[in-house]
């Protein structure tokens, strides 16, 4: 809708409710969400860690009373009036409801799904699949972090850009599918355990197509196609491939030959490029291994991740 819309106390657009919040989504657009949160009395909250986070954050505090600590260990109540404002958080800050606090919150990035049950139902799953193959521990949250950067470097624009973010973290979830002795083996695959391998893009679009994240599925059956048409499940190439999954697929790469597996040990991140170089126009779009590299080399090993 253009122009301009009024809305009444009781409108919202969606609503998610936790066991002491429930927020509700006022209005979207451009990226940007903002949101009314209603806080239960004596309710810890966390403002988690985010320094290589591009985003911004605003509270204002509409009624009740935050406290926390400041740098000088001295308690700050924040009042109606107050308000806070979140770039680049280097470490954790926590703020305790004295009574119950109703903030006005907006994000210049798409936050208020992050909220809601359906993806925390399906974030579970995601974290159950890297239980089952206990060599990917945190794989999903570094591919999330990575691709977020990458995809930022590369101009995409917000909606895109959630998109990548939910992709990148679900982009295994149809490996739920796949039995552990199959998931967990460590010689070669028969070929009719391949064939279960190659269709865990499939599972993991079919898993989400019925949810808000319906528009991700299609990044998620095509993070394992191939820039010169030799990945799978369909054997893409080129712009047949949507760029979120052209980057899920050189972060991956990285993520994987810079961990420990059981065929193989970690390479160095230097010898990661080196292999993203060798193939950047043959398995990768050459302009994702390029703008994935100046990330990788702009940063202290491991200060990509946050």
């Known amino acids: 809708m253009e122009g301009v819309r009024i809305g009444r106390e009781s409108d919202f657009i969606k609503q998610a409710s936790k066991k002491s919040t429930e927020v509700r989504l006022l209005a979207r657009g451009n990226g940007i969400e903002i949101m009314k949160q209603y806080i239960a009395a004596n309710a810890l909250i966390t403002l988690s860690s985010e320094p290589n986070w591009n985003g911004f954050e605003f509270y204002f505090i509409l009624d009740g009373v935050l406290t926390c600590k400041n740098g000088k260990d ?36 798409p936050i208020f799904h992050a ?24 794989h999903c949250e570094r591919l999330q972090s990575l691709s977020m950067l990458v ?104 993520d994987a030959m810079t961990s420990d597996r059981p065929y193989c040990a970690a390479m160095t991140d230097q010898e990661a490029l080196a292999e993203l170089r060798q193939y950047s126009g043959s398995q990768f779009d050459p302009k994702v291994v390029k703008a994935f590299i100046e990330i990788i080399e702009t940063y202290p090993p491991g200060a990509y991740l946050h």
């Open 74 to 109: 001295e308690t700050v109540r924040l009042r109606p009036g107050d308000y806070l404002v979140v770039t680049r958080l280097m470490e954790e800050v926590y703020f305790r409801t004295e009574e119950g606090v109703t903030l006005l919150y907006m994000s210049s990035q």
């Open 151 to 254: 995809g930022e470097k590369m101009g995409l624009p917000p909606d895109r850009l959630e998109l990548l973010i939910y992709a990148a973290l679900l982009h295994d979830i149809g490996k739920i599918k796949i039995p552990d002795h199959i998931l967990k083996k460590k010689g070669p695959l028969t070929p009719e355990e391949w064939e279960k391998i190659i269709k865990h893009p499939i599972e993991g679009r079919k898993m989400i197509e019925d949810t808000f994240l319906a528009d991700a599925g299609p990044i998620i059956e095509q993070h394992h196609e191939r820039y010169d048409g030799t990945g799978y499940p369909f054997g893409l190439k080129g712009d047949e491939i949507s760029i979120e999954a052209r980057i899920i697929g050189v972060v991956d790469a990285f």
């Open 115 to 138: 909220l809601s049950d359906e993806i925390h139902r399906l974030v579970a799953l995601a974290k159950e699949v890297e239980r089952k193959d206990n060599h990917t521990q945190k």
